[in-house]
């Protein structure tokens, strides 16, 4: 499970250039595809290749991970997602290793293919399966790479192994899905936001019951917000309170511009800037970009929450992981 707390990122996100650049980008993401479209729907899933055989160069590595990706994609699965709850897990038992003496050496090589595919934070194994793998070159590393360059993204055995794997976390998420969205309503009251988005982004669209999910992360989203922007807004009462003139103005305008016009104390944040705007004048900056903005954001909304905490996810991976379950 998720216990790490980390600083609030969404002033960076949010950042009134950012935003609105973020925030077309999903627009455009959103015309082009169904949300809930059954029959397009990807499960995210990792795929990681642990340094475990010394003699694995970047070359041999890249080539096992990118015939992975393709196994995995053909499935019907998301092979180069950055973040999943689920990862597909190679591991490789060197088997035996000859060198051929010449003008030209040449090594041979033969060796073992484990796959796994696990839940990252639980250590649960859905599925396992090996692969022989034999390969040449003119050193071990071009060995390892020629034996991976071999693995055919048709193989009736791995093609088996992918799909049923994609069943078994199908029904992780469709009984599972109470117990996901209980997790998330705890992280929220604990006022750790991005680990329930988080949580709730890593569920398929078109998993069962999937409207809960998006009913439950517009819930936490409206609470992030309201939290978001009760900081916010009291940073910049305290800024104008204490410095009435331009410079305060810009400084209180920077906190305020910041804050999402969906949030629960939005019409704090006008009457702020009435006041502020009524001392300094129309021409303050705050005051113009309310005039400028004419984003729709929320038709964005989904993705956006979505997009936050996917995002939380990537940055806390690597201290989240139960590796635990990766070759054993």
């Known amino acids: 499970m998720l216990n790490l707390r980390w600083a609030f990122f969404l002033p960076t996100l949010i950042d009134t250039f950012m935003k609105k650049y973020i925030i077309a980008w999903l627009l455009l993401a959103l015309t082009g595809s169904p949300l809930h479209a059954q029959q397009d729907c990807v499960f995210p899933m990792m795929v990681l290749v642990p340094n475990q055989v010394d003699s694995l160069s970047p070359m041999a590595k890249n080539k ?12 019907n699965m998301e092979g180069g997602a950055h973040f999943s709850n689920f990862s597909i897990v190679a591991n490789v038992v060197e088997g035996s290793k000859e060198v ?3 003008s030209r050496p040449l090594v041979t090589l033969t060796a073992e293919l484990e796959l796994f595919v696990g839940n990252n934070y ?3 194994k859905f599925a396992s399966t090996s692969i022989p793998l034999s390969g040449a070159g003119n050193n071990p590393a071009r060995a390892y790479a020629s034996a991976f360059a071999g693995i055919s993204p048709t193989n009736v ?11 078994k976390v199908n029904e992780y998420y469709n009984t599972q899905l109470a117990n996901i969205l209980q997790q998330a309503k705890t992280y929220a009251l604990r006022h750790e936001f991005e680990e329930a988005l988080c949580l709730l982004s890593s569920v398929p669209t078109c998993s069962n019951n999937y409207d809960q999910v998006e009913a439950c992360m517009q819930e936490v989203f409206d609470q992030y917000l309201l939290v978001d922007c009760a900081v916010k807004l009291n940073k910049a009462r305290a800024i104008w309170n204490a410095t009435q003139n331009r410079e305060g103005a810009a400084l209180a305008g920077a906190y305020l511009v910041t804050i999402d016009p969906l949030s629960g104390c ?3 944040v006008v009457e702020l800037a009435e006041q502020i705007r009524l001392r300094i004048g129309d ?12 984003v729709n954001i929320e038709k964005a909304r989904i993705e956006a929450m979505r997009a936050i905490g996917i995002a939380f996810g990537e940055n806390q991976k690597a201290k989240t992981f139960n590796d635990h379950w990766i070759v054993r």
């Open 122 to 124: 639980t250590g649960e």
């Open 157 to 167: 055995q791995l093609k088996q192994f992918v799909q049923d794997a994609r069943a």
């Open 100 to 102: 051929i003496s010449g």
């Open 283 to 294: 021409d303050w900056e705050f005051s113009k970009e309310l005039q400028r903005e004419a």
């Open 64 to 75: 096992l991970e990118s015939r992975l990706r393709q196994i995995v994609t053909q499935n």
């Open 266 to 268: 939005w019409d704090e």
